[in-house]
T-cell receptor, first 113, second 113 residues
């Protein structure tokens, strides 16, 4: 089945720094999703990518769908304390229809003020 | 996108007992998904719940341990049966609605003592 390799596992950064995390897969995805999870909450969608090569921004967040369809990255610019949380990449388990998601292992982000 | 109300938000249960988690969606959806998130881990799919048919379980999850009901297109329950401390996790429901994408409940944080 589809598997996602997400890195880094954790990051400690200073407030104001930029952050980059990525996901790779051995198989092709038609959709890449990036979620953020705050403590005690469910994941919240940050950015959805639907086409190879697509570059999408959401405020200080930018994500790209790799040309090979086997990778994606998420960048956060000028980090702030509320960026703290766990970031997950995800994609549909099967590349057609309404299927459940498979998730990367997550990147735990800590921001030092 | 759909709005999901998940209950309870958290519970502390005695080993050997069972807990039923409910998810109510504000619109009709064909499929609902149940995930488990063990401490410090990513989300793992337990099963897919379709209305009018038995749930489809992923490898490592069985109906006797995690019975699921799906009585209509807006509601589902997941029961964690005969609980042990290893069942302590966050349990999340999720739905997908075409272009609206995937939505998650806020999760149920279960602690088994």
């Amino acid at each position: 089945g589809q598997q996602l390799n997400q890195s880094p596992q954790s990051m400690f950064i200073q407030e104001g720094e930029d952050v980059s995390m990525n996901c790779t897969s051995s198989s092709i995805f038609n959709t890449w999703l990036w979620y953020k999870q705050d403590p005690g909450e469910g994941p919240v969608l940050l950015i959805a990518l639907y086409k190879a090569g697509e570059l999408t921004s959401n405020g200080r967040l930018t994500a790209q769908f790799g040309i090979t369809r086997k990778d994606s990255f998420l960048n956060i610019s000028a980090s702030i304390p509320s960026d703290v949380g766990i970031y997950f990449c995800a994609g549909p388990k099967v590349n057609s229809g309404n299927t459940p998601l498979v998730f990367g292992k997550g990147t735990r982000l800590s921001v030092i003020a | 996108s759909a709005v999901i109300s998940q209950k309870p938000s958290r519970d502390i249960c005695q080993r050997g007992t069972s807990l039923t988690i409910q998810c109510q969606v504000d619109s009709q959806v064909t499929m609902m998904f149940w995930y488990r998130q063990q401490p410090g881990q990513s989300l793992t799919l337990i099963a897919t719940a379709n209305q009018g048919s038995e749930a489809t379980y992923e490898s490592g999850f069985v109906i006797d341990k995690f019975p699921i009901s799906r009585p209509n297109l807006t509601f589902s329950t997941l029961t964690v049966s005969n609980m042990s401390p290893e069942d302590s996790s966050i349990y999340l429901c999720s739905v997908v609605q075409g272009a609206s994408g995937y939505t998650f409940g806020s999760g149920t944080r279960l602690t088994v003592v």
